[in-house]
Protein backbone atom coordinates (compact mmCIF):
# COMPACT_ATOMS: atom_id res chain seq x y z
CA UNK A 1 0.00 0.00 0.00
CA UNK A 2 1.49 3.36 -1.02
CA UNK A 3 2.41 5.96 1.51
CA UNK A 4 -0.72 8.42 2.05
CA UNK A 5 -0.42 12.44 2.11
CA UNK A 6 -1.69 15.06 3.57
CA UNK A 7 -3.66 17.31 1.16
CA UNK A 8 -3.74 20.98 1.99
CA UNK A 9 -7.49 22.60 3.17
CA UNK A 10 -8.94 24.54 0.40
CA UNK A 11 -9.14 27.37 1.25
CA UNK A 12 -8.04 30.73 0.74
CA UNK A 13 -5.59 32.79 2.37
CA UNK A 14 -6.27 36.56 3.57
CA UNK A 15 -2.93 38.02 2.06
CA UNK A 16 -4.76 36.92 -1.51
CA UNK A 17 -7.09 39.82 -1.18
CA UNK A 18 -6.18 42.85 -2.63
CA UNK A 19 -4.24 45.09 -0.19
CA UNK A 20 -6.82 47.38 -0.43
CA UNK A 21 -9.61 45.10 0.79
CA UNK A 22 -7.87 44.20 3.46
CA UNK A 23 -7.32 47.95 4.42
CA UNK A 24 -10.98 48.04 4.67
CA UNK A 25 -11.12 45.18 6.83
CA UNK A 26 -8.55 46.11 9.37
CA UNK A 27 -9.46 49.71 9.77
CA UNK A 28 -12.71 48.38 11.28
CA UNK A 29 -10.67 46.22 13.94
CA UNK A 30 -10.16 48.03 17.43
CA UNK A 31 -6.94 49.59 18.06
CA UNK A 32 -6.12 46.63 20.67
CA UNK A 33 -6.93 43.65 17.64
CA UNK A 34 -4.47 45.53 15.92
CA UNK A 35 -1.63 45.28 17.74
CA UNK A 36 -2.05 41.67 17.88
CA UNK A 37 -2.25 41.95 13.51
CA UNK A 38 0.85 43.28 13.29
CA UNK A 39 2.50 39.98 14.15
CA UNK A 40 0.84 37.96 11.42
CA UNK A 41 2.93 39.02 8.66
CA UNK A 42 5.07 42.37 7.11
CA UNK A 43 2.06 42.97 4.89
CA UNK A 44 -0.19 43.49 7.79
CA UNK A 45 2.41 44.94 9.64
CA UNK A 46 3.24 47.88 7.26
CA UNK A 47 -0.34 48.70 6.54
CA UNK A 48 -1.17 48.84 10.24
CA UNK A 49 1.98 51.48 10.87
CA UNK A 50 1.72 53.29 7.79
CA UNK A 51 0.04 57.14 8.75
CA UNK A 52 -2.48 57.22 6.15
CA UNK A 53 -3.89 54.27 7.88
CA UNK A 54 -3.32 55.65 11.51
CA UNK A 55 -5.38 58.77 10.48
CA UNK A 56 -8.35 56.65 8.82
CA UNK A 57 -8.50 54.20 11.61
CA UNK A 58 -8.74 57.36 13.97
CA UNK A 59 -11.09 59.16 12.17
CA UNK A 60 -13.61 55.72 11.23
CA UNK A 61 -13.46 54.81 15.24
CA UNK A 62 -12.71 57.99 17.67
CA UNK A 63 -15.22 56.95 20.05
CA UNK A 64 -14.16 59.55 22.90
CA UNK A 65 -14.51 57.89 26.43
CA UNK A 66 -13.89 59.41 29.88
CA UNK A 67 -10.52 59.90 31.02
CA UNK A 68 -10.09 60.83 34.85
CA UNK A 69 -6.62 61.61 36.59
CA UNK A 70 -6.44 61.94 40.16
CA UNK A 71 -3.05 63.92 40.69
CA UNK A 72 -0.82 62.65 43.65
CA UNK A 73 -1.67 63.91 46.81
CA UNK A 74 -1.27 63.32 50.54
CA UNK A 75 -4.90 61.86 51.90
CA UNK A 76 -5.35 60.40 55.29
CA UNK A 77 -1.74 60.39 56.46
CA UNK A 78 -0.61 58.65 53.46
CA UNK A 79 0.81 59.83 49.63
CA UNK A 80 -0.87 58.81 47.30
CA UNK A 81 0.13 58.63 43.09
CA UNK A 82 -0.66 59.98 40.12
CA UNK A 83 -3.79 57.79 38.81
CA UNK A 84 -5.97 57.29 35.95
CA UNK A 85 -9.47 56.03 35.08
CA UNK A 86 -10.54 54.97 32.02
CA UNK A 87 -14.73 54.59 31.01
CA UNK A 88 -15.31 52.12 28.61
CA UNK A 89 -18.16 52.14 26.40
CA UNK A 90 -20.22 50.82 28.91
CA UNK A 91 -19.59 52.87 31.17
CA UNK A 92 -17.71 50.76 33.47
CA UNK A 93 -14.30 52.40 35.12
CA UNK A 94 -11.23 50.30 34.26
CA UNK A 95 -7.56 51.13 36.10
CA UNK A 96 -6.15 49.03 33.34
CA UNK A 97 -6.70 50.04 30.18
CA UNK A 98 -4.20 52.88 30.80
CA UNK A 99 -0.72 53.07 30.31
CA UNK A 100 1.79 53.28 33.26
CA UNK A 101 1.85 56.84 34.70
CA UNK A 102 4.61 57.06 36.84
CA UNK A 103 3.25 58.81 40.41
CA UNK A 104 4.52 62.13 40.21
CA UNK A 105 3.07 62.56 37.15
CA UNK A 106 0.58 65.52 36.00
CA UNK A 107 -1.49 65.20 32.94
CA UNK A 108 -1.87 68.31 30.72
CA UNK A 109 -3.92 67.29 27.54
CA UNK A 110 -5.04 64.91 25.49
CA UNK A 111 -5.24 64.36 21.60
CA UNK A 112 -5.72 62.04 19.04
CA UNK A 113 -4.89 59.04 21.77
CA UNK A 114 -1.57 60.97 22.67
CA UNK A 115 -1.47 62.81 26.23
CA UNK A 116 0.99 64.97 27.32
CA UNK A 117 2.49 64.50 31.05
CA UNK A 118 4.08 67.21 33.57
CA UNK A 119 6.40 66.37 36.36
CA UNK A 120 9.22 67.78 38.11
CA UNK A 121 11.74 66.24 36.28
CA UNK A 122 13.89 68.48 33.48
CA UNK A 123 11.35 66.44 30.43
CA UNK A 124 7.87 66.24 29.90
CA UNK A 125 6.42 62.72 28.20
CA UNK A 126 4.09 62.55 25.38
CA UNK A 127 3.19 59.13 25.52
CA UNK A 128 0.55 56.96 23.49
CA UNK A 129 -2.06 55.29 26.28
CA UNK A 130 -2.63 52.21 23.73
CA UNK A 131 0.52 51.51 22.09
CA UNK A 132 2.70 52.24 25.23
CA UNK A 133 5.11 54.43 23.22
CA UNK A 134 6.81 57.26 24.91
CA UNK A 135 8.55 60.78 24.16
CA UNK A 136 10.38 62.68 26.19
CA UNK A 137 10.95 66.40 25.56
CA UNK A 138 13.05 68.77 26.96
CA UNK A 139 10.74 71.74 28.90
CA UNK A 140 11.12 74.93 27.16
CA UNK A 141 12.61 76.68 30.98
CA UNK A 142 15.74 75.39 33.20
CA UNK A 143 14.27 77.04 36.20
CA UNK A 144 11.23 74.75 37.10
CA UNK A 145 10.25 77.06 39.98
CA UNK A 146 7.08 78.06 39.58
CA UNK A 147 6.30 76.00 36.64
CA UNK A 148 2.70 74.37 36.32
CA UNK A 149 1.39 71.69 34.88
CA UNK A 150 -2.00 73.74 33.85
CA UNK A 151 0.98 76.17 31.44
CA UNK A 152 1.24 72.99 29.64
CA UNK A 153 -1.08 72.00 26.43
CA UNK A 154 -0.75 70.15 23.74
CA UNK A 155 -3.04 69.82 20.19
CA UNK A 156 -3.22 68.59 16.21
CA UNK A 157 -3.75 70.63 13.27
CA UNK A 158 -5.21 68.84 10.63
CA UNK A 159 -4.16 71.21 7.79
CA UNK A 160 -0.88 70.08 8.66
CA UNK A 161 -0.70 67.33 9.99
CA UNK A 162 1.33 68.53 13.48
CA UNK A 163 1.15 68.04 16.38
CA UNK A 164 2.31 70.95 19.18
CA UNK A 165 3.18 71.63 22.59
CA UNK A 166 2.29 74.38 23.83
CA UNK A 167 4.13 76.50 27.21
CA UNK A 168 2.36 79.36 28.83
CA UNK A 169 5.11 82.05 30.44
CA UNK A 170 4.46 83.94 33.39
CA UNK A 171 5.06 87.35 33.62
CA UNK A 172 8.25 87.82 35.47
CA UNK A 173 9.28 91.57 34.94
CA UNK A 174 5.47 92.37 35.74
CA UNK A 175 5.80 90.68 39.41
CA UNK A 176 2.32 89.12 38.73
CA UNK A 177 2.97 85.74 38.12
CA UNK A 178 -1.14 86.03 37.03
CA UNK A 179 -0.37 86.95 33.21
CA UNK A 180 1.36 85.91 30.11
CA UNK A 181 2.64 87.88 27.25
CA UNK A 182 4.79 85.07 25.10
CA UNK A 183 4.00 81.30 24.64
CA UNK A 184 6.48 79.13 23.90
CA UNK A 185 5.55 76.55 20.91
CA UNK A 186 7.40 73.10 20.22
CA UNK A 187 6.21 71.49 16.97
CA UNK A 188 6.61 67.57 17.26
CA UNK A 189 9.95 66.67 14.60
CA UNK A 190 11.51 70.24 14.98
CA UNK A 191 14.71 70.75 17.05
CA UNK A 192 14.13 73.54 19.50
CA UNK A 193 11.27 75.60 21.28
CA UNK A 194 10.01 78.93 19.62
CA UNK A 195 8.50 82.05 21.48
CA UNK A 196 5.55 83.50 20.17
CA UNK A 197 4.40 86.87 21.70
CA UNK A 198 0.77 87.74 22.00
CA UNK A 199 -0.75 90.61 21.45
CA UNK A 200 -1.80 91.77 24.52
CA UNK A 201 -1.18 90.38 28.29
CA UNK A 202 -3.66 87.62 28.79
CA UNK A 203 -4.79 86.25 31.86
CA UNK A 204 -2.85 83.29 33.72
CA UNK A 205 -4.89 82.06 36.39
CA UNK A 206 -8.02 82.20 33.99
CA UNK A 207 -6.40 79.26 31.77
CA UNK A 208 -5.29 77.66 34.46
CA UNK A 209 -8.64 77.45 36.26
CA UNK A 210 -10.92 76.64 32.74
CA UNK A 211 -8.26 74.74 30.98
CA UNK A 212 -7.50 74.55 27.32
CA UNK A 213 -9.12 73.01 24.11
CA UNK A 214 -8.07 72.03 20.94
CA UNK A 215 -10.72 71.91 18.52
CA UNK A 216 -10.37 72.05 14.66
CA UNK A 217 -6.61 73.05 14.33
CA UNK A 218 -6.48 75.80 17.15
CA UNK A 219 -6.52 75.91 21.00
CA UNK A 220 -8.57 78.08 22.80
CA UNK A 221 -8.76 79.04 26.37
CA UNK A 222 -10.27 82.05 28.70
CA UNK A 223 -8.51 85.02 29.61
CA UNK A 224 -10.15 87.96 31.87
CA UNK A 225 -12.66 90.45 30.54
CA UNK A 226 -14.16 93.45 32.41
CA UNK A 227 -16.48 94.42 29.88
CA UNK A 228 -18.21 91.13 29.76
CA UNK A 229 -20.86 90.35 31.52
CA UNK A 230 -18.88 86.74 31.85
CA UNK A 231 -15.86 88.72 32.89
CA UNK A 232 -14.53 86.66 30.52
CA UNK A 233 -13.43 86.01 26.61
CA UNK A 234 -12.07 83.12 25.02
CA UNK A 235 -8.48 83.40 23.15
CA UNK A 236 -7.74 81.73 20.10
CA UNK A 237 -4.65 80.30 19.04
CA UNK A 238 -4.47 78.67 15.42
CA UNK A 239 -1.78 76.20 15.47
CA UNK A 240 -1.05 76.51 11.62
CA UNK A 241 -0.32 80.39 11.70
CA UNK A 242 -0.03 80.46 14.77
CA UNK A 243 -2.29 83.64 15.14
CA UNK A 244 -4.15 84.96 18.10
CA UNK A 245 -7.44 86.34 18.22
CA UNK A 246 -9.66 87.12 21.06
CA UNK A 247 -13.39 86.45 20.66
CA UNK A 248 -16.51 87.90 22.79
CA UNK A 249 -18.27 86.06 24.48
CA UNK A 250 -22.46 86.28 24.16
CA UNK A 251 -24.21 89.09 26.25
CA UNK A 252 -26.04 86.89 28.57
CA UNK A 253 -27.81 88.37 32.02
CA UNK A 254 -26.56 86.07 34.90
CA UNK A 255 -29.02 88.42 37.03
CA UNK A 256 -31.50 85.67 38.97
CA UNK A 257 -33.12 85.20 42.48
CA UNK A 258 -32.12 82.13 42.93
CA UNK A 259 -28.46 82.10 41.79
CA UNK A 260 -25.50 84.20 42.41
CA UNK A 261 -23.44 85.33 39.74
CA UNK A 262 -20.73 82.83 37.85
CA UNK A 263 -18.30 81.84 40.62
CA UNK A 264 -16.09 79.05 37.59
CA UNK A 265 -16.39 78.54 34.18
CA UNK A 266 -14.65 76.01 32.26
CA UNK A 267 -14.08 75.41 28.13
CA UNK A 268 -14.65 72.35 26.72
CA UNK A 269 -15.77 70.68 23.34
CA UNK A 270 -19.02 69.47 22.22
CA UNK A 271 -19.83 68.27 18.87
CA UNK A 272 -16.55 69.78 17.42
CA UNK A 273 -17.67 73.10 18.83
CA UNK A 274 -15.83 75.34 21.19
CA UNK A 275 -18.13 75.29 24.13
CA UNK A 276 -18.58 77.20 27.51
CA UNK A 277 -19.60 76.40 30.32
CA UNK A 278 -20.86 79.07 33.50
CA UNK A 279 -21.64 77.72 36.71
CA UNK A 280 -23.95 79.24 39.47
CA UNK A 281 -24.18 78.67 43.12
CA UNK A 282 -27.51 78.55 44.92
CA UNK A 283 -28.31 81.56 46.91
CA UNK A 284 -29.76 79.77 49.84
CA UNK A 285 -27.46 77.17 49.92
CA UNK A 286 -24.35 78.26 48.71
CA UNK A 287 -24.17 74.84 46.66
CA UNK A 288 -23.60 74.27 43.10
CA UNK A 289 -26.79 75.04 41.48
CA UNK A 290 -27.24 75.92 37.81
CA UNK A 291 -24.81 75.76 34.76
CA UNK A 292 -25.46 77.27 31.31
CA UNK A 293 -22.87 75.84 28.65
CA UNK A 294 -23.06 78.18 25.12
CA UNK A 295 -21.67 77.02 21.97
CA UNK A 296 -19.69 78.99 19.14
CA UNK A 297 -21.32 78.64 15.85
CA UNK A 298 -19.32 80.98 14.06
CA UNK A 299 -15.82 82.03 14.57
CA UNK A 300 -15.72 84.82 12.21
CA UNK A 301 -19.06 86.78 13.36
CA UNK A 302 -18.78 85.39 16.53
CA UNK A 303 -21.93 84.11 17.10
CA UNK A 304 -23.04 82.21 20.36
CA UNK A 305 -25.98 79.80 20.94
CA UNK A 306 -27.47 78.28 24.44
CA UNK A 307 -26.42 74.80 24.04
CA UNK A 308 -27.94 73.63 27.63
CA UNK A 309 -29.21 74.76 30.44
CA UNK A 310 -29.05 72.43 33.61
CA UNK A 311 -30.39 72.88 37.17
CA UNK A 312 -27.86 70.35 39.37
CA UNK A 313 -28.71 68.79 42.59
CA UNK A 314 -25.57 70.18 44.26
CA UNK A 315 -23.42 68.77 41.86
CA UNK A 316 -20.35 69.10 40.03
CA UNK A 317 -19.90 69.07 36.44
CA UNK A 318 -16.86 66.80 35.11
CA UNK A 319 -17.79 66.84 31.52
CA UNK A 320 -20.19 66.10 28.61
CA UNK A 321 -19.71 63.18 26.52
CA UNK A 322 -21.97 62.11 24.02
CA UNK A 323 -25.71 62.28 25.26
CA UNK A 324 -24.73 62.34 28.84
CA UNK A 325 -23.19 64.55 31.33
CA UNK A 326 -20.92 63.44 33.97
CA UNK A 327 -20.85 64.76 37.41
CA UNK A 328 -19.34 64.47 40.85
CA UNK A 329 -20.98 64.80 44.52
CA UNK A 330 -19.58 66.02 47.65
CA UNK A 331 -19.76 61.94 48.77
CA UNK A 332 -16.85 61.15 46.44
CA UNK A 333 -19.13 59.26 44.31
CA UNK A 334 -18.90 60.39 40.17
CA UNK A 335 -22.59 59.90 38.06
CA UNK A 336 -24.06 60.35 34.78
CA UNK A 337 -27.12 61.66 33.86
CA UNK A 338 -29.07 61.03 30.41
CA UNK A 339 -28.87 64.86 28.54
CA UNK A 340 -32.53 64.85 28.59
CA UNK A 341 -33.11 68.26 26.81
CA UNK A 342 -31.40 71.56 26.15
CA UNK A 343 -33.34 72.35 29.60
CA UNK A 344 -33.61 70.21 32.19
CA UNK A 345 -32.86 69.56 36.11
CA UNK A 346 -30.97 66.83 37.23
CA UNK A 347 -33.19 63.80 39.00
CA UNK A 348 -32.06 61.75 41.79
CA UNK A 349 -33.54 58.63 40.22
CA UNK A 350 -32.08 58.90 37.19
CA UNK A 351 -28.29 59.42 38.31
CA UNK A 352 -26.51 56.29 37.59
CA UNK A 353 -23.48 55.64 39.83
CA UNK A 354 -20.05 55.36 38.35
CA UNK A 355 -17.69 55.12 40.91
CA UNK A 356 -16.70 56.22 44.64
CA UNK A 357 -13.20 57.76 43.96
CA UNK A 358 -12.81 58.05 48.40
CA UNK A 359 -10.50 58.55 49.63
CA UNK A 360 -9.41 60.80 47.30
CA UNK A 361 -10.06 64.66 47.37
CA UNK A 362 -12.12 66.17 44.26
CA UNK A 363 -9.73 69.07 43.77
CA UNK A 364 -7.01 66.80 42.60
CA UNK A 365 -9.18 64.95 39.87
CA UNK A 366 -9.66 66.37 36.61
CA UNK A 367 -11.21 64.87 33.30
CA UNK A 368 -10.10 64.54 30.09
CA UNK A 369 -11.77 63.50 26.34
CA UNK A 370 -9.51 60.09 25.25
CA UNK A 371 -9.83 57.80 22.30
CA UNK A 372 -7.50 55.11 21.80
CA UNK A 373 -4.99 55.59 18.50
CA UNK A 374 -2.37 53.96 16.75
CA UNK A 375 -0.52 57.16 16.65
CA UNK A 376 3.19 56.56 16.18
CA UNK A 377 6.28 58.60 18.18
CA UNK A 378 8.53 57.14 16.80
CA UNK A 379 8.80 58.96 13.70
CA UNK A 380 10.31 61.96 16.14
CA UNK A 381 12.59 60.04 17.91
CA UNK A 382 15.37 62.29 16.44
CA UNK A 383 14.24 65.62 18.78
CA UNK A 384 13.14 63.54 21.66
CA UNK A 385 14.15 60.76 23.54
CA UNK A 386 11.25 57.90 21.95
CA UNK A 387 10.51 54.54 24.73
CA UNK A 388 9.31 51.92 22.65
CA UNK A 389 7.06 49.69 25.05
CA UNK A 390 7.83 46.03 27.03
CA UNK A 391 4.64 44.58 25.32
CA UNK A 392 2.40 45.05 22.31
CA UNK A 393 -0.84 44.74 24.01
CA UNK A 394 -0.08 48.17 25.94
CA UNK A 395 1.56 48.80 29.32
CA UNK A 396 0.16 48.18 32.73
CA UNK A 397 -0.02 50.50 35.84
CA UNK A 398 1.96 49.65 38.39
CA UNK A 399 1.03 48.38 41.62
CA UNK A 400 1.57 50.99 43.66
CA UNK A 401 3.45 51.01 47.12
CA UNK A 402 0.19 52.45 48.60
CA UNK A 403 -1.72 49.87 47.45
CA UNK A 404 0.71 47.07 48.04
CA UNK A 405 1.61 48.52 51.63
CA UNK A 406 -2.42 48.38 52.59
CA UNK A 407 -2.59 44.64 51.26
CA UNK A 408 0.56 43.86 53.38
CA UNK A 409 -1.47 45.24 56.42
CA UNK A 410 -4.50 43.01 55.33
CA UNK A 411 -2.47 40.33 54.85
CA UNK A 412 -1.01 40.36 58.32
CA UNK A 413 -4.53 41.30 59.71
CA UNK A 414 -6.08 37.85 58.12
CA UNK A 415 -3.02 35.73 59.17
CA UNK A 416 -3.16 36.72 62.93
CA UNK A 417 -7.27 36.58 63.19
CA UNK A 418 -6.29 33.22 61.62
CA UNK A 419 -4.23 32.25 64.05
CA UNK A 420 -7.00 33.24 66.79
CA UNK A 421 -9.02 31.46 65.15
CA UNK A 422 -6.67 27.94 65.11
CA UNK A 423 -6.26 29.03 68.75
CA UNK A 424 -9.80 29.58 69.73
CA UNK A 425 -10.93 26.18 68.30
CA UNK A 426 -8.02 24.32 70.35
CA UNK A 427 -9.18 25.41 73.61
CA UNK A 428 -12.38 25.03 72.44
CA UNK A 429 -11.85 20.68 71.76
CA UNK A 430 -9.68 20.67 74.87
CA UNK A 431 -13.06 22.20 77.16
CA UNK A 432 -15.16 20.07 74.81
CA UNK A 433 -17.42 23.04 73.65
CA UNK A 434 -19.37 22.83 70.34
CA UNK A 435 -17.51 25.85 68.99
CA UNK A 436 -16.16 26.33 65.16
CA UNK A 437 -14.80 29.32 63.34
CA UNK A 438 -14.24 28.61 59.60
CA UNK A 439 -12.12 32.02 58.53
CA UNK A 440 -11.06 30.83 55.80
CA UNK A 441 -6.97 30.21 55.83
CA UNK A 442 -4.88 33.06 53.94
CA UNK A 443 -2.76 32.54 51.00
CA UNK A 444 0.83 31.37 51.46
CA UNK A 445 2.27 34.36 49.56
Keep these: MGSMTMQPANKRCLTFLPQDMIELILVRLSVSNLLRCRGVCKLWDGIIRDPRFTMAHLRQNAKPRP ?7 MTLG ?9 FDEAWSPSTWDVPVIEPDDFLCASCNGLVCLYS ?12 GECMHLAKPVKNTKGDHFSYYSFGFNPATNEYKVMHFSPDKQLHVGGSFSEIQVHTLGDERWRVVRTTQVLSLNSA ?3 G ?22 VVSFDLKDEHIELIRLPIVDFENPAFDNPFRYQITEIDEKVSVAAVQTRRDSNLTGKVQIWTLDNMVEQSWSQKYNIELLSLQVLGLYGDKIVMHSLSQHIYCHELASQSFTVEVAKLVKLLDFSPRLDKNMQSYVYVKSLVRLDAYKKTGIVHMPKRKEGWKLKKWEMWEHKLSRLEKLWRSAYGMQQRINVNAQVMGVAFNLNLPAPPDQ
Excluded: Q
Excluded at 78 to 86: R, W, Y
Excluded at 212 to 233: C, F, I, K, Q
Design 67 to 73: LLIFHRE
Design 212 to 233: VVNVNGAMYWLTEDTESTWLRA
Design 208 to 210: KHS
Design 120 to 131: SKSTIKIANLAT
Design 78 to 86: KLCPSEAVL
